[in-house]
């Protein structure tokens, strides 16, 4: 089947600790994007990535580190600077277009707690 | 940057009512405007989308209509079902037309 794979599904961090969500694609998408959603706040844009080996900063990109080795790859440090790091976690993918960003893709959430 | 604003927060109909949803944006250089629905624990799903070239969608009983020069756009839904009820996000394009800036989202509650 095709799609995005966010792993793990639920995710402890300790304080001081650095931890990895995990976003795979199979859709040959070119670009990729993370999601941070808190209740009552809609989803807010951490990073996005539209080629390999590059990626450029969302409106709430500090604490946070990404990295695009892969095409079908787009993990998200969520590092001990992050102060506030609970939150439900969302993976995106999406088709380059010359009009612009078309319809994402997403995958099923980490929903990340601090112990 | 760009700001999408949603309203209202919560709405609650009765079962066969119509449910209406509006945004604002912020940025005349938007050009694409999704709706997306989402049920609880999982990831956002494409309903509906429309682009800065077209002033109206529809797609069976959903429709979503744009006003470019008042920069605001509606999601109305006619015949609401219980399944309806979920979270519904607007969203509009960035400036450069690289991502989707969300509302903050609308719980829609239908009842039988």
């Known amino acids: 089947d095709g799609g995005i794979t966010q792993s793990p599904k639920y995710l402890f961090r300790k304080e001081g600790q650095n931890v990895t969500l995990s976003c795979e694609q199979n859709?040959?998408?070119?670009?990729m994007y993370w999601y941070r959603q808190d209740p009552g706040q809609g989803l807010r844009l951490i990073y996005y990535?539209?080629?390999?080996?590059?990626?450029q900063k969302g409106d709430i990109a500090e604490g946070y580190s990404v990295s695009r080795e892969k095409k079908e790859s787009f993990p998200l440090t969520v590092t001990s600077a992050q102060k506030n790091p609970t939150a439900f976690y969302l993976c995106?993918?999406?088709?380059?277009?010359?009009?612009?960003?078309?319809?994402?893709?997403f995958g099923s959430g980490t929903q990340l707690s601090v112990l | 940057g760009e700001n999408v604003e949603q309203h209202p927060s919560t709405l609650s109909v009765q079962e066969g009512d119509s449910a209406v949803i509006k945004c604002t944006y912020s940025?005349?250089?938007?050009?694409?405007f999704p709706w997306y629905k989402q049920e609880l624990g999982k990831g956002p799903q494409l309903i509906i989308d429309?682009?800065?070239?077209?002033g109206e969608k529809k797609d069976q009983r959903i429709a979503v209509t744009l006003n470019k020069t008042a920069k605001h756009f509606s999601l109305h839904i006619t015949e609401t079902q219980p399944e309806d009820s979920a979270v519904y996000f607007c969203?509009?394009?960035?400036?450069?037309?690289?991502?989707?800036?969300f509302g903050k989202g609308t719980t829609l509650s239908v009842s039988s």
């Open positions: 995106a993918s999406s088709i380059l277009q010359g009009t612009g960003v078309e319809k994402l893709f």
């Open positions: 859709l040959n998408h070119d670009a």
């Open positions: 990535s539209q080629i390999v080996n590059d990626f």
């Open positions: 940025d005349s250089a938007s050009n694409y």
């Open positions: 429309i682009r800065s070239n077209v």
């Open positions: 969203a509009a394009s960035n400036q450069a037309g690289t991502a989707l800036i």
